[in-house]
């Protein structure tokens, strides 16, 4: 048995019948990791003793006969941007590189309450800003699938991970896309949840009114089992969602609790009969829409089909706009969040300064990357007066419009579909000196972060020269 092919719903049978340990899954993976990430380079932090501590730990409980919580044993990673109490958390940036947070993450608590064993630490874009996993100030995360070429970005180390059989699941961020996208590009499942489902306390933010933390498996189900275990509302975050138990189509009425695999077992019982899907008039045959992706797309609306899904044309009147909306209002707020790092905490400080302004300029010119730096300055630019109105003003605007756009559309259906991204796998370098070419990757994602809506994405077809694409289901 090839332990690094099962799912993660397949692991949790064979470890609690005792056909496997935690232990050997667990050093499967390091192996794989060992091996592998040389190349692949999906990592930035690996803890060995940690996850094989934990592995031990979760043996004696499995062995125990004891009520095994939902993740027992079940190795996980985390992108770099979720604090992990005692281990290093960088956001691939200079100014975090020996960053050790004090305590975890509430998605990160509600794993290792869950069972999980946190295999360490995934490579990303800096701060979560970008489409391909160069932007690390560390090192290239390289697909699986081709090394040549880009897992997709910002949770890149992620994506890679799961689709190389170094873990069996992993959380990621999406501000724009930053899970569905590179979950596409590694054929693997992404998925987006609504704004406020899982709490955001102890993710670093980029753009704290789009950011959510979010499953990358490799089954939809697995996501969902994931899912049971981090969503739910925090006191510790504000922005995290109280939700009527009535109202909520993701709560068991049996046991008043979330339940994401509930839906997942409805649909399998009573399929997909009956349902509308609206294809948005704006998305088909744009400019820049790669047509192997246009292709895939196709052929999965034909599958959705015979399955009894019925299409409809829908309208999402602002996405001309909604990539410019998008990057004033992210960069805005970027250069707020990132305002804290200032040589001053988290460990980075550059030497050899006379006074503090000097400190603080050259800790934050030295300690940034280059993309960082530019959505601070754009960010600050359309925050200044006498600017605020005519960039961030006129973007919240946008966004409302978006979120109409959307309220209108799922009166005339159940769920949008679109491709994911509009190209597949791009090759390392191919994009890096044009900005807004990478910034047009999440054409497709970033309006659902702008709507606050939750978006899937699900393998649907290999290119021509094998790298996988997505379906995204909003
Ligand atoms: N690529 C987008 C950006 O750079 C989205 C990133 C994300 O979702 N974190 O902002």
């Known amino acids: 048995m090839d332990l690094h092919e099962l799912t993660l719903d397949r692991a949790k049978d064979l470890l609690s019948s005792g056909q496997i340990s935690s232990t050997e899954l667990t050093r499967c993976m390091l192996d794989r990791i060992g091996v592998h990430d040389q190349k692949v380079g999906a990592f930035i932090t690996v803890d060995t003793d940690g996850a094989l501590e934990a592995a031990a730990a979760a043996d004696r409980r499995l062995a125990g006969n004891e009520d095994a919580p939902p993740l027992l044993g079940i190795p996980v990673s985390l992108k770099d941007l979720v604090c992990t109490r005692g281990l290093r958390t960088t956001c691939a940036s200079r100014i975090l590189e020996n960053f050790v947070p004090a305590y975890d993450a509430t998605a990160v608590a509600l794993l290792k309450q869950a069972g999980a064993v946190i295999m360490g630490k995934t490579n990303m874009d800096e ?8 932007n690390s100030a560390f090192h290239v995360t390289r697909n699986p699938w081709d090394l040549e070429c880009v897992p997709g970005g910002s949770s890149g180390g992620s994506a890679a991970a799961v689709a190389g059989g170094m873990c069996m699941a992993s959380l990621g961020t999406d501000t724009g896309g930053s899970i569905r996208q590179p979950a596409s590009h590694c054929g693997v499942v992404g998925f987006k949840p609504s704004y406020g489902r899982v709490s955001r306390f102890g993710l670093v933010a980029y753009a704290s009114s789009l950011d959510q933390i979010g499953p990358i498996t490799r089954t939809v189900k697995d996501a969902a089992l994931v899912m049971n275990v981090i969503a739910g509302h925090d006191p510790k975050d504000s922005t995290s969602a109280v939700m009527d138990p009535s109202m909520d189509t993701a709560v068991n009425p049996s046991t008043g609790r979330l339940d994401f695999t509930r839906a997942c077992s409805e649909f399998n019982d009573r399929g997909l009969a009956g349902m509308t899907a609206g294809i948005p008039r704006e998305y088909i045959g744009m400019r820049g829409l790669d047509p192997e992706v246009e292709q895939a797309f196709k052929g999965a609306c034909k599958v959705l089909e015979g399955l009894g899904v019925k299409f ?10 909604a990539v410019a909306a998008y990057y004033v209002l992210a960069s805005s707020e970027a250069s707020a969040n990132l305002a804290r790092f200032d040589g001053v905490r988290y460990g ?5 300064c006379e006074d503090l302004l000097e400190m603080y300029r050259k800790s934050r010119s030295s300690g940034f990357g280059l993309e960082v730096k530019r ?5 600050s630019y359309a925050l200044s007066a006498g600017y605020y109105d005519e960039y961030y003003g006129r973007a919240s605007r946008v966004r409302s419009l978006i979120m109409a756009d959307f309220a209108r559309a799922f009166e005339l259906c159940d769920i949008v579909v679109s491709p994911v991204a509009p190209t597949p796998a791009f090759k ?10 990478m910034y047009l990757e999440d054409t497709f994602t970033l309006s659902a972060n702008m709507a606050g809506i939750p978006g899937l994405s699900v393998p649907s077809a290999l290119s021509s020269k094998g790298l996988p694409m997505g379906l995204q289901i909003l």
């Open 348 to 352: 980075f400080r550059a030497e050899g």
């Open 428 to 437: 390392i370098g191919e994009k890096v000196a044009d900005p807004v070419t």
């Open 127 to 134: 701060f979560g800003m970008g489409s391909s996993t160069e």
């Open 375 to 379: 959505r601070i300055i754009m960010g």
């Open 312 to 321: 409809r044309e829908v309208s999402l009147a602002q996405t001309d706009f």
